[in-house]
């Protein structure tokens, strides 16, 4: 690997950090802010907005060690100084509130100490940091110490109230110990790892929609609820979606089971190609989640048997009206027609479901074809010969 590949490395760890901090600040002060909501790269690394205004704009800085002492000549400090005297208007009293979020700590007797919230002096932290401004000679903070010492005193006295520091932030391996404990209030007892990596899904889809653009804000009240969902997916008349469709890919499966029982017994019927295909795909994801269920333990075998039997009436009844509809001397393509239509007709029928609450259709689908696969339902009217004469092929 090469040089710039692990000089990349830093960089790629702290927009990572920023995005998932982004999530602890959501549900750390979330509560306390029932009507804003929160942006990444939009107004700041992260940022607060009420009624369509910034209200608090926040830099977040991540410095892999422990032990890192943050000082009022840090490169991190004028730099953010920077930024917002570019973007916030520091002489602006009204202004949204400031902060400068790192994993450092702040060192004793600097203006950074001055700016916590358990130490605040603001005079203090004002003198400290003229002081830097005129004594460093970094020329990588130059620019932003020109441009502080230019504001009018009482511009700076403005700004630096404005600023705040929270130091010892989280590294990012400690992030999802802080999003846990969080929401310890949401944990489904023996379920608490399932749930957590949902919530941790939803929020890198949310994250990513915001930082493309695609998403302008998430708000406070929307985030709670998709919290509550998916919490919701763990009680006793529901299951949590575990694969989404998004996460299959169609090509490698129809490969994969195209010989298999289900496949066929869908081209006894001349199944349309393209929703043999999402057949396919309703099968695995079933399959899927009947195992991962049953490994997570959200459910007993019994009641996969207990739902599987409903199918298999349900099928049975509608077989019986089928085979009634045919004449005696029926040919094959009067048979795959009439297969096809009870087909189509069953993976249309939405009312069984293995729990109440539980009504994505994926599944009740997926399981009939996985009745299918077993001989145990079919579609075309003499589809137990011809499933019995695959079986003493693969015999």
Known sequence: ????????????????????WALVELLQSGAGRPDAALSLELYDDVAWEEKGTPSELLQVKHHMGEHRALTDSATDVWRTLKVWMDEASPADAGGPALALVTTETAADDTAVA???????????????????????????????????????????????????????????????????????????????????????????????????????????????????????????????????????????????????????????????????????????????????WLEEDLIGAAELTRFENELVDEWDREFEWMLDSLDEDAGDDEKKSAGKTLLRQLLGQTGLCVRSRFNDPFFARGQRHMLAELGKVGWHPDFETRIAEILKVNA
């Open 1 to 20: 690997m090469g040089k710039g590949s692990h000089g990349a490395a830093p960089n790629a760890i702290g927009y990572q950090h920023q995005t998932w």
């Open 114 to 292: 001055a700016l916590r919230s358990s130490t605040r002096n603001e005079k203090v932290a004002l003198r400290l940091l003229e002081q830097v401004a005129r004594a460093s000679k970094s020329q990588l903070t130059q620019t932003a110490r020109q441009q502080f010492l230019g504001l009018a005193s009482s511009e700076r006295l403005t700004f630096v109230s404005r600023i705040r520091v929270i130091d010892q932030s989280p590294h990012i391996q400690d992030i999802a110990a802080q999003v846990k404990q969080r929401l310890h209030w949401a944990l489904p007892p023996g379920h608490e790892d399932l749930f957590l990596a949902k919530v941790w899904r939803w929020w890198d889809e949310t994250a990513l929609a915001l930082l493309r653009g695609t998403q302008r804000r998430v708000d406070v009240g929307d985030a709670q609820a998709a919290i509550a969902d998916i919490r919701d997916q763990f009680t006793r008349d529901n299951l949590p979606t575990l694969l989404e469709l998004g996460d299959v890919n169609a090509g490698e499966l129809e490969q994969k089971y195209r010989m298999h029982p289900f496949v066929q017994q869908m081209h006894w019927v001349a199944f349309p190609p393209r929703n043999l295909q999402k057949a396919i795909i309703d099968y695995y994801r079933a399959y899927t989640h009947s195992v991962r």
